[in-house]
């Protein structure tokens, strides 16, 4: 499975890396919707600023899926983006091949996630103990049932 | 001479009465701000500035207001409950990114200015006690699972 992960990993990078270089590189490129939905969102979204912003971090999403390093963290960053675009995929613009961009999107996340949960599970902590002070208690989160 | 290092923590129960508090008024904020549109859909601010406007009415507009309505509920309710913090506290950090840029650069002003710093600091107040949680995120070079099963591997 280690090669399948890597094929994940690559296959999204180069996604992220792809659409967040273009937008910068080709700006009268980027896609903006065929339906009007899809289509006013995105140009809201690029009227308000915040489209840039995106696309910044997905290229420094795609250069740490690349290198794969800090995988957890990005694992992690990738959910609320993708959140939308599959909403985007789905809901705004659905047809055949949003429905398979959608569904790759959906596969590929939890994919991600998935191989890396163990650093994951501790934030599903129902009631936790928090540390009230300033020391920064960078030592090793334990709890029941983590091998040695 | 005067010890000038910063203290491991504050007198008593201070930093813990800080961080309910914070919990409590930004639970507060976050479960009103996601019922109120469901009672009245006119409540919802749009904003003072065209560019606000327009991007909450575009938000509106494509359904993606109504999630982040009911992700403000659900985690409203578990930051006041105190359950599931490690989750909440860092889950809201992609909404209240949006929320920053809403007031720090589409409907600039000095209310605007305000709830954009409150924000961030509430948001940071309810992330640090949390913090062993998160270092782990961090890691440089860590180890994927390639298995399938659910447990902790090392």
Redesign the interface.
Known sequence: ??W??HAVRLFTAAWFLGAGLNYFIYPDNQRLGLVP?SH??TV??I????FA?VKGIEVVLGITLLA??????TA?ALV?INF?VI?YNW??EPHRGTYIAGGLTLFCTAYLVW?????F?????????????????????R?E???? | MTDTT????LPG?T??WI?HLSRLIFGGWWLYSGVMPFINPAWQPLGQEQ?AI??S???I????ML?VKVAEIVFGILILAN?????AA?AVV?INF?IL?WNF??DEGTVEYTFGALTIFFNAILLW?????Y?????????????LQ?????
Do not use: C
């Open positions: 499975m280690r399948f992960y939905a006013d969102f809201a979204l009227d308000s600023g915040l912003w794969n390093r800090y995988m957890p963290l992690l609320p939308v909403y809901v705004l191989s890396w949960r163990a650093y599970w501790p934030l599903l902590a129902y009631k936790g103990a928090a540390q009230h002070d300033f020391k920064p208690h960078f030592t090793q989160l709890f049932g983590a091998s040695e | 910063i203290p491991d923590a129960p930093i813990k961080y560019p327009d991007f009415l575009a938000m507009a494509s359904g993606l999630w359950r599931m913090m490690p989750l860092i992609p949006v840029y650069v589409l006690p949390w913090r062993r949680y270092w782990r995120l961090l890691t440089w070079k860590g180890k994927p699972d390639f298995s659910p447990g902790i591997q090392d």
